[in-house]
Protein backbone atom coordinates (compact mmCIF):
# COMPACT_ATOMS: atom_id res chain seq x y z
CA UNK A 1 0.00 0.00 0.00
CA UNK A 2 2.77 2.33 0.45
CA UNK A 3 3.99 2.04 -2.71
CA UNK A 4 0.81 3.17 -4.04
CA UNK A 5 0.52 5.57 -2.07
CA UNK A 6 4.21 7.05 -2.54
CA UNK A 7 3.78 6.54 -6.52
CA UNK A 8 0.68 8.95 -6.40
CA UNK A 9 2.40 11.56 -4.23
CA UNK A 10 4.92 11.69 -6.94
CA UNK A 11 2.24 11.95 -9.79
CA UNK A 12 0.89 14.50 -7.94
CA UNK A 13 3.91 16.46 -7.89
CA UNK A 14 4.67 15.84 -11.03
CA UNK A 15 1.12 16.93 -12.30
CA UNK A 16 2.04 20.26 -12.44
CA UNK A 17 3.50 22.28 -15.59
CA UNK A 18 7.09 21.81 -15.55
CA UNK A 19 9.61 24.11 -16.73
CA UNK A 20 12.78 22.69 -16.91
CA UNK A 21 11.12 20.07 -19.28
CA UNK A 22 8.82 22.50 -20.94
CA UNK A 23 10.62 23.34 -24.54
CA UNK A 24 9.65 27.01 -25.67
CA UNK A 25 10.93 30.69 -24.99
CA UNK A 26 11.79 31.51 -21.53
CA UNK A 27 9.75 35.09 -20.71
CA UNK A 28 9.35 36.58 -17.01
CA UNK A 29 6.23 35.52 -16.26
CA UNK A 30 6.56 31.94 -16.13
CA UNK A 31 8.88 32.38 -13.01
CA UNK A 32 7.08 34.47 -11.00
CA UNK A 33 8.25 34.10 -6.94
CA UNK A 34 5.08 35.60 -5.62
CA UNK A 35 3.50 32.03 -6.35
CA UNK A 36 6.10 30.28 -4.33
CA UNK A 37 6.09 33.39 -1.76
CA UNK A 38 1.95 32.19 -1.70
CA UNK A 39 2.28 28.97 -0.84
CA UNK A 40 5.24 29.50 1.32
CA UNK A 41 3.01 32.01 3.64
CA UNK A 42 0.24 29.51 3.83
CA UNK A 43 2.51 26.87 5.34
CA UNK A 44 3.83 29.39 7.61
CA UNK A 45 6.59 30.58 5.79
CA UNK A 46 9.54 27.72 7.22
CA UNK A 47 11.66 29.10 4.68
CA UNK A 48 12.15 32.40 6.87
CA UNK A 49 13.43 30.24 9.94
CA UNK A 50 15.97 28.50 7.60
CA UNK A 51 19.37 29.56 7.41
CA UNK A 52 19.78 28.82 3.53
CA UNK A 53 22.81 28.89 1.14
CA UNK A 54 21.92 29.49 -2.42
CA UNK A 55 24.23 28.00 -5.12
CA UNK A 56 23.73 29.52 -8.21
CA UNK A 57 25.86 29.21 -11.85
CA UNK A 58 25.90 26.33 -14.70
CA UNK A 59 28.74 24.52 -14.03
CA UNK A 60 29.41 22.16 -10.34
CA UNK A 61 26.47 23.16 -8.22
CA UNK A 62 26.17 19.54 -7.41
CA UNK A 63 29.39 19.10 -5.86
CA UNK A 64 29.71 22.37 -4.34
CA UNK A 65 26.28 21.59 -3.09
CA UNK A 66 27.12 18.16 -1.87
CA UNK A 67 30.87 19.23 -0.25
CA UNK A 68 29.38 22.09 1.56
CA UNK A 69 26.57 19.70 3.12
CA UNK A 70 29.38 17.37 4.07
CA UNK A 71 31.67 19.71 5.88
CA UNK A 72 28.71 21.21 7.67
CA UNK A 73 27.19 17.98 8.78
CA UNK A 74 30.97 16.68 9.78
CA UNK A 75 31.21 20.35 11.52
CA UNK A 76 28.05 18.36 13.88
CA UNK A 77 25.52 20.64 12.85
CA UNK A 78 22.25 19.31 10.94
CA UNK A 79 22.00 19.77 7.30
CA UNK A 80 19.19 19.90 5.46
CA UNK A 81 19.90 19.68 1.65
CA UNK A 82 17.47 20.08 -1.50
CA UNK A 83 18.83 18.94 -5.03
CA UNK A 84 17.69 19.11 -8.46
CA UNK A 85 17.56 17.05 -10.33
CA UNK A 86 17.64 13.78 -8.94
CA UNK A 87 19.47 11.53 -10.36
CA UNK A 88 17.83 7.84 -9.41
CA UNK A 89 14.74 8.47 -7.10
CA UNK A 90 12.92 11.53 -6.54
CA UNK A 91 13.90 10.99 -2.51
CA UNK A 92 17.54 12.07 -3.67
CA UNK A 93 15.94 15.24 -3.69
CA UNK A 94 15.51 16.11 -0.39
CA UNK A 95 17.64 14.68 2.68
CA UNK A 96 18.56 15.67 6.18
CA UNK A 97 22.50 14.61 7.16
CA UNK A 98 22.29 12.78 4.13
CA UNK A 99 18.96 10.57 5.11
CA UNK A 100 16.87 10.46 1.93
CA UNK A 101 13.29 11.94 3.35
CA UNK A 102 11.18 8.25 3.43
CA UNK A 103 8.43 7.76 1.15
CA UNK A 104 6.38 7.88 4.27
CA UNK A 105 7.43 10.91 5.30
CA UNK A 106 6.88 12.43 1.55
CA UNK A 107 3.36 10.99 1.36
CA UNK A 108 2.65 12.43 4.54
CA UNK A 109 3.94 16.41 3.34
CA UNK A 110 2.09 16.40 -0.05
CA UNK A 111 -0.85 14.96 1.68
CA UNK A 112 -0.31 18.39 4.07
CA UNK A 113 0.32 20.60 1.67
CA UNK A 114 -2.44 19.75 -0.76
CA UNK A 115 -5.06 22.05 0.26
CA UNK A 116 -3.22 25.06 0.54
CA UNK A 117 -1.43 24.32 -2.95
CA UNK A 118 -5.14 23.72 -4.09
CA UNK A 119 -5.96 27.24 -2.83
CA UNK A 120 -2.76 28.61 -4.29
CA UNK A 121 -3.95 27.21 -7.44
CA UNK A 122 -7.61 28.08 -7.46
CA UNK A 123 -6.55 31.91 -6.60
CA UNK A 124 -3.62 31.83 -9.63
CA UNK A 125 -3.51 35.23 -8.90
CA UNK A 126 0.12 35.08 -10.29
CA UNK A 127 -0.69 32.17 -12.37
CA UNK A 128 -0.01 28.21 -11.32
CA UNK A 129 2.08 26.90 -8.97
CA UNK A 130 5.16 24.52 -10.89
CA UNK A 131 6.75 21.47 -10.08
CA UNK A 132 9.75 23.02 -9.34
CA UNK A 133 8.21 25.37 -6.75
CA UNK A 134 6.19 22.50 -5.27
CA UNK A 135 9.65 20.73 -4.69
CA UNK A 136 10.97 23.59 -3.07
CA UNK A 137 8.20 23.84 -0.88
CA UNK A 138 8.30 20.64 0.06
CA UNK A 139 11.40 20.64 1.19
CA UNK A 140 11.49 23.75 3.12
CA UNK A 141 8.64 22.22 5.29
CA UNK A 142 10.10 19.00 5.56
CA UNK A 143 13.57 20.58 6.94
CA UNK A 144 11.24 22.54 9.52
CA UNK A 145 9.33 19.11 10.23
CA UNK A 146 12.89 17.66 11.51
CA UNK A 147 13.49 20.52 14.12
CA UNK A 148 13.98 24.33 12.73
CA UNK A 149 16.07 24.72 16.24
CA UNK A 150 18.60 22.18 15.39
CA UNK A 151 18.80 22.39 11.41
CA UNK A 152 21.10 24.73 9.24
CA UNK A 153 19.25 24.53 6.23
CA UNK A 154 21.04 24.10 2.67
CA UNK A 155 19.55 24.67 -0.68
CA UNK A 156 20.56 24.39 -3.99
CA UNK A 157 18.80 24.82 -7.55
Do not use: W
Request: aromatic letters at 10%.
Amino acid sequence: MTDILYQQALDYIYSFIDYEREPGPRDASRYDLRRIEELLARLGNPHLRAKTVHIAGTKGKGSVAAMIASVLTASGYTTGLNTSPHLHIFNERIRVDDRLISNEELVALVEKIKPEVKAVNEKATYGKLTTFELITALAFAYFELKGPARCLYYYFD
